[in-house]
């Protein structure tokens, strides 16, 4: 097995943690495989491949002769690299129509290998160091978060790339993304490490099928403590009673050896009780999230033969659009064509210049939940424009339910969290209080696959009026009841 990665007893704890990321984790992961690795955010997905890069000290052994290679890992601002001077960093001998090549399977002109890096797009820039980190056929690439900047053709035009090679790992939230390519799955989950042949989906089936045995198995140890329990509190009262019921002092000497003796047996009692409270785990309990929706009293907007015009020219081809109460609208299409800058001109953020005929009915209260704003704003920022006691514990109740343990909510500095748990604040924020209409810039970037869900189940059920852009295929499938693509 040349090149495998064999993983024997690695146990890994930060320092300003008591609870290890992993414990005793034995895993064979074969050099050829096309690898998923999953699991809720915070769970240790980064550091994983922190660790197999040997960035990390940690315990127990990792035997591979691979040349472990991280992405993205882009170049310094001040270094003002050309394209073909970023493919060429770690693979000198690479030849011009190699990397033609590859730019035609990634769908990206030939001619940009001419351009500065840093004047191409995010999604070019991400398929520019994928085709990097397999030029190099030696190395064994780490592949962390790739479709953050990438559009839906985008990710399908990165899904088919992957699929075409082999031997990698790949970080994703994005189950459409990794169904395209991957054929063994490794997920972190509560209490252990699962690894699996097949993709998302098979991984999903798998899951239920395991989450439903432990739940069998969790619902008989729940009985079981119940009974221990009354049995405890039975010993104890019976103590209590026989140690007052008499005044004799040789009764009551008896009556202290019987209490002795049933203290002993509420402590063997409680000891039973958490043993088998410890054997309750891995399955991930999601609460339902609350949304409290109000639907707008009209129409929330009208577009015939709209565009936004810059240097006078169309954005994008003219669109058409009603959106009533209830609606929940997307807006699609490739980056660059103007769906961010759609969401400003709806938002009255920018005056723009327009064509056609339009009207906006922005109801009182908005949900609104921006890229932008992201860049602007922390845990420690947000907590502080909370004025009452009552939104604070509103809000720190939605982050519990999106999986952040309440032990991180006193540090307001956040900056052990990982993206996704960022990125959970200013959902739970967009969540807070009530709301007549949801504009949702990007929600699903960095948020793993069960929050994902839980989102799902809940607009599902609360019907809000919403306004969207998102790449994640699978979210919006599931929730969108409107769809409208620009096209530049």
Do not use: C
Not at 162 to 186: A, P
Request: net charge negative.
């Amino acid at each position: 097995m040349r090149g495998n990665i064999l993983i024997k007893n690695m146990t890994f704890t930060y320092i300003s943690m008591i609870k290890p990321i992993f414990k005793d984790v034995n895993l064979n992961i074969n050099e050829n495989w096309k690898l998923g690795l999953i699991g809720r955010n915070g769970r240790g997905k980064t550091t994983f491949l922190k660790i197999l890069l040997n960035e990390l000290e940690y315990k127990g052994t990792i035997q591979s002769t691979l040349e472990f290679k991280y992405f993205p890992l882009y170049p310094d601002r001040d270094e003002d690299l050309t394209a073909i001077e970023v493919l060429q960093r770690h693979n000198s001998n690479v030849e011009i129509w190699q990397m033609e090549r590859e730019l035609t399977y990634m769908d990206l002109p030939h001619d940009m290998l001419h351009k500065k890096f840093n004047v191409l797009s995010g999604g070019e820039q991400t398929k520019l160091l994928l085709i990097e980190l397999f030029l190099n056929e030696n190395s064994f690439p780490l592949i962390d978060e790739p479709t953050n900047n990438l559009d839906l053709h985008g990710r399908q035009v990165v899904g088919q790339y992957l699929n075409s090679k082999k031997g990698y790992i790949v970080i994703s939230h994005d189950e459409s993304f990794l169904n395209q390519f991957v054929d063994h799955i490794l997920s972190i989950n509560k209490e252990s490490i699962d690894l699996i042949t097949g993709n998302i989906d098979t991984w999903k089936y798998e899951k239920e099928n395991a989450d439903l045995l432990s739940e069998e198995k969790n619902s008989k140890l729940r009985a079981e403590i119940n009974r221990l329990n009354d049995v405890s509190r039975q010993v104890n009262s019976w103590g209590i009673k026989k140690e007052n019921s008499t005044k004799d002092a040789a009764e009551r000497r008896v009556a202290a050896k019987q209490m002795k003796r049933a203290k002993a047996i509420k402590k063997r009692t409680v000891e039973m009780v958490e043993e088998k409270r410890a054997l309750i785990n891995n399955v991930e309990n999601d609460s339902d999230l609350k949304m409290i929706v109000e639907q707008p009293r009209k129409q929330v907007m009208f577009f015939r033969d709209f565009s936004i015009l810059r240097n006078g020219h169309p954005l994008f081809e003219p669109i058409n659009i009603d959106v009533y109460p209830t609606d929940r609208f997307f807006i699609e299409g490739k980056n660059g064509v103007g769906k961010s800058t759609l969401l400003h001109f709806i938002l009255g953020k920018e005056q723009l210049e327009t064509m056609g005929n339009y009207t906006i009915n922005l109801p009182e209260h908005l949900s609104i939940l921006s890229q932008k704003r992201q860049e602007d704003v922390d845990y420690s920022s947000l907590i502080d424009q909370l004025t009452t006691r009552e939104e604070k514990e509103e809000f720190w109740h939605l982050l519990h339910q999106l999986g952040i343990h309440r032990s991180s909510f006193s540090d307001k500095s956040s900056k052990n969290w990982s993206s996704g748990e960022q990125k959970k604040v200013f959902l739970a924020n967009a969540l807070l209080g009530k709301n007549e209409l949801y504009i949702w810039d990007e929600v699903t970037n960095y948020l793993d696959m069960m929050v994902i869900q839980q989102l799902i189940d809940s607009i599902t059920y609360y019907r809000p009026t919403m306004i969207g852009v998102d790449h994640n295929e699978y979210f919006v499938d599931a929730i969108a009841t409107k769809k409208i693509e620009l096209i530049s």
